[in-house]
């Protein structure tokens, strides 16, 4: 069964296809490589990835020495059936540098930057996780001039004003009949969530599993 659709795709003149490997929580891309049909077998029937060395010219299982596994998640195979696009949740680093991903240099028309933690950055539309990592590190290691350090270490009681005050305050903007309503509204919105994330952290909740539940109630 395998052996039949793994026939019907598109890989080069070197048996080869490339291998998009993404996070599946942070949607991050970590890296790229190549899978002939047997290392796309083994990454089905093991679920862990599996590669296709082209300088070595043999199979590699990612995590193998390093312990960095990828348990695959979901596989797709894009239109012209000649690329892949494999979710992973990632035991430890991607690259072998050590960075999560792969893709941790960015280019501009100043050139190529330094190594950097953060890249990829998150899409837009995850931004709320990555504000929450920043949160996180300014909990492990606090900053004076912080306001999202000095927040955390008020205490719970001020933390649980500051999301009511937000609150309040959205309810009334979302009352207001001015032109400038959407963008008073849009701003007090922005201000309860940061807020919920900052108690979030203060109640050691992790934000994947809040959108882990939230999927749950998804009909």
């Known amino acids: 069964m395998i052996h039949s659709f793994i026939e019907q795709l598109h890989f080069d003149e070197k048996g080869l296809i490339p291998a998009i490997i993404q996070d599946e929580k942070s949607g991050k891309i970590l890296m790229m490589a190549y899978m002939n049909a047997e290392a796309l077998e083994k990454t089905i029937t093991t679920g862990k990835t599996w590669f296709y060395s082209r300088k070595r010219k043999t199979l590699w299982n990612k995590g193998e020495t390093s312990g960095h596994y990828q348990l695959v998640k979901d596989i797709y195979i894009d239109c012209d059936e000649d690329t892949l696009l494999i979710t992973v949740e990632q035991k ?3 690259c072998h540098t050590g960075f999560n991903s792969c893709f941790h240099r960015q280019i501009s028309e100043k050139g190529i930057s330094s190594p950097q933690s953060e890249l990829p950055r998150y899409a837009l539309a995850s931004f709320l996780q990555e504000l929450f990592d920043v949160i996180q590190e300014r909990a492990k290691n606090p900053s004076f001039q912080s306001y999202t350090s000095k927040l955390l270490q008020s205490g719970k009681e001020k933390i ?3 999301v009511s005050e937000e609150a309040t305050e959205v309810m009334l903007a979302s009352l207001e009949n001015e ?3 959407k963008e008073h509204l849009q701003w007090e919105v922005a201000d309860l969530l940061y807020h919920l994330l900052v108690l979030v952290q203060h109640e050691q909740l992790k934000w994947y599993d809040i959108m ?6 998804r009909k």
């Open 212 to 217: 882990t539940e939230l999927k749950k109630r």
């Open 179 to 181: 032109d400038h309503q």
């Open 92 to 94: 430890g680093a991607a």
């Open 160 to 162: 649980l004003r500051k």
